[in-house]
RNA sequence: GGGGUCGUAGAUCAAUUGGUUAGAUCGCCAGCUUGUCACGCUGGAGGCUGCGGGUUCGAGUCCCGUCGAUCUCGCCA
């Protein structure tokens, strides 16, 4: 070892010995006289004097920058009373410097780990090592550290085995776009990145090892977002002979763990559970974010009554009159603003934003005089507004609505502060629809998967009205996140075929697509569920950040690149031909 | 593939309506400085205003294109 200690570990109990700390220069003060370096390595901050006395090492000191990283060897020394920096949790010694040793002078950095001001995310993912030098990067990646370490422990003390399954798989057509990798011995052949270990899980069931859990990287070539990266980590479970509620109260007791070992705190469980139908109508969002409230309320009765032609013409077709109150905000939203707010709601396809202020017993609004006194009276009622409010609404389909007023009642919630940010608020969302219809392709899409059970009452349903069947699928939702999502399997090669010929799926197509998983299936699977948790997304959420990024030690932009290594790059030809490929881009 | 924001010194930002020599702070370099801890003081260097076109007597500023970063819609079973 090049040391004795830490940077952060020393205290007044150790006056008097003599240590040696390695470390990098984090400030520098040179008096001509004295000189001061604050020492930092990952554990912490001390402050190192150099003295006149020795001269040639008080040379070397005065010449220090920066980042450079050395070695010193020196006796702690109490700082006298008035000397004591409170700020540091070593502020009251110092090392009287007796040796200096110079490892490494670095170049000056294009930007700091002290620096309060951040640099664009371009330069600090380029030099990513300056970048995970600052204390928050290193406190994200102890906490997701902790985090795994956590999952790990709670999984093995319930009996869980940890059991990796394969980086190179098959390519299934479903779902999202594949990372493929090119076989080198089987021409014109490609393995698959997993985009989840999803069928490798189920396979483990039919296998016996009844407690599965892994924490998986995952790959997925879809476009990215803040809180979406190419490649993931998943805390991936699965249980056999288990029902919906035995996956729910697993993930319970992880929660409660994590908030206790991360945050030390108590996790009140059962975590509440929501139907999907109730959060739509409510919050119009399947993930709602439930720190605050601004909740959807129905205006469809008044609507259809009033002189309001957009919102009569709405319910008239099927659609939907919607709105949310905005407790105070009429001041607060000058038409200017409101006028923004429009535009942001276009953005979600709602043809327009219609809002009311709140006076004593009636409204404010452009569009007031087709709303008479018992209409006004109705809406206020139904909002249970008050004056000084605003009331938002949207009139459009179902789907429109939802999708705009949860997006509006995420950024009101955001730009009025109604939210503690540090805050969790964890439910359950349970009962989602089994399948979505597709326009385009006019069938039946899988909503979660293909291998997702059905509600046992909606079964009949299969063969009447699809769109009604509810699957045995839930997900964890967190502050607006999807934080975790899962299902029973269908172990019933009945249901199966049924839910395949709905997804417009042929025998031959199945055992085409799905072959292996079904045959596994034949040879004594037993009932089983899982869920799979979004590692990133928990790290993110108890950090209190907004950005995945933050909780990555080496993330891609947006366009998927590497700003550090430069990937993706071209290739030699000759590994193109290893590989029996002919790249064509496009001019 | 679509929409929004951004790109000026190493970093963070400024630059009136299109108008003279593109500024400030931090950092960097040199000197001074023995108790600082965001040390201080003095002096200095540092700019293809992302890149390419266009409009104009004149462009950091306006227009078109392009590259990159970021947010977002679509996409993410």
Request: proline content about 5%.
């Amino acid at each position: 070892m090049l040391r004795t200690h830490t940077c952060g570990e020393l205290r007044l109990g150790s006056v008097g010995q003599t240590v040696t700390l390695c470390g990098w220069v984090n400030t520098y003060r040179d008096f001509g006289g004295l000189v001061f370096i604050d020492l930092r390595d990952r554990y912490g901050l001390i402050q190192v004097v150099f003295n006149p006395s020795k001269a040639e090492m008080h040379e070397v000191a005065r010449t220090l920058r920066n980042e450079d990283v050395i070695r010193v060897t020196g006796q702690v020394v109490a700082r006298p009373a008035d000397m004591q920096n409170a700020k540091l949790a070593t502020g009251e010694i110092d090392v009287q410097a007796g040796e200096l040793e110079v490892l490494n002078k670095s170049k000056t950095p294009p930007f700091f780990p002290t620096q309060t001001d951040l640099p664009n995310e371009e330069l600090r993912l380029k030099y990513r090592f300056v970048d995970l030098r600052r204390p928050e990067v290193q406190q994200a990646l102890i906490l997701r550290h902790k985090m795994s370490k956590a999952t790990r422990d709670y999984f093995d003390e319930n009996n869980f085995l940890e059991i990796e399954t394969p980086m190179l798989g098959r390519s299934t057509p479903e779902g999202a776009r594949d990372y493929l990798v090119p076989s080198r011995v089987h021409e014109g052949c490609f393995y698959a990145l997993p985009q989840s270990p999803q069928i490798y899980k189920q396979i483990l069931m039919v296998a016996g090892y009844d407690r599965y859990f892994q924490l998986a990287k995952c790959f997925r070539d879809e476009d990215l977002r803040a809180d979406r990266q190419p490649e993931f980590t998943q805390i991936d479970v699965e249980m056999a002979f288990v029902q919906q509620e035995d996956i729910l109260s697993t993930i319970d007791g992880l929660m409660k763990r994590l908030v206790k070992d991360l945050r030390g705190a108590e996790l009140q469980t059962p975590l509440p559970r929501l139907t999907h139908r109730e959060v739509m109508e409510r919050f119009g969002s399947d993930k709602p974010d439930l720190r605050f409230d601004l909740e959807l309320k129905c205006l469809g009765d008044i609507a259809a009554a009033c002189d309001f032609g957009v919102f009569k013409s709405t319910i008239e077709s099927g659609g939907r009159v919607r709105g949310i109150r905005v407790p105070q905000a009429a001041e607060k939203y000058s038409r200017k603003v409101i006028d923004e707010l429009t535009e942001f709601v276009k953005q979600y396809g709602a043809k327009g934003l219609a809002f009311f202020r709140v006076k004593d017993g009636e409204l404010d609004s452009p569009i007031a005089k087709f709303f008479n006194a018992d209409h006004q009276k109705a809406i206020i009622t139904r909002m249970a507004a008050q004056p000084g409010d605003l009331i938002f609404c949207v009139a459009d389909t179902f789907k429109v609505s939802c999708a705009a007023l949860s997006a509006l009642r995420n950024r009101l919630a955001r730009e009025l502060n109604l939210f503690d940010p540090q805050e969790l608020k964890i439910a359950w969302v349970c009962d989602f629809p089994m399948f979505q219809w597709n326009d385009e392709e006019k069938r039946w899409d899988a909503e979660h998967h293909p291998f997702c059970q059905p509600v046992d009452e909606d079964i009949p349903l299969l063969d009447t009205d699809p769109g009604q069947v509810r699957a045995q699928s839930y997900d964890l939702v967190c502050n607006g996140y999807e934080a975790a999502s899962g299902s029973v399997r269908i172990h019933d090669s009945a249901v199966q075929q049924k839910i395949f010929n709905l997804l417009g799926i042929t025998n031959e197509e199945a055992e085409l697509r799905f072959g292996f998983l079904l045959e596994a299936l034949r040879y004594g699977a037993p009932p089983h569920a899982g869920v799979a948790l979004g590692l990133d997304r928990w790290v993110m959420m108890f950090l209190a950040s907004d950005n995945i990024r933050d909780v990555i030690a080496f993330p891609k932009t947006q366009k998927a690149s590497d700003m550090l290594t430069g990937a993706p790059a071209p290739v030699d030809l000759r590994q193109l031909r290893d590989l029996h490929i002919k790249v064509d881009v496009p001019k």
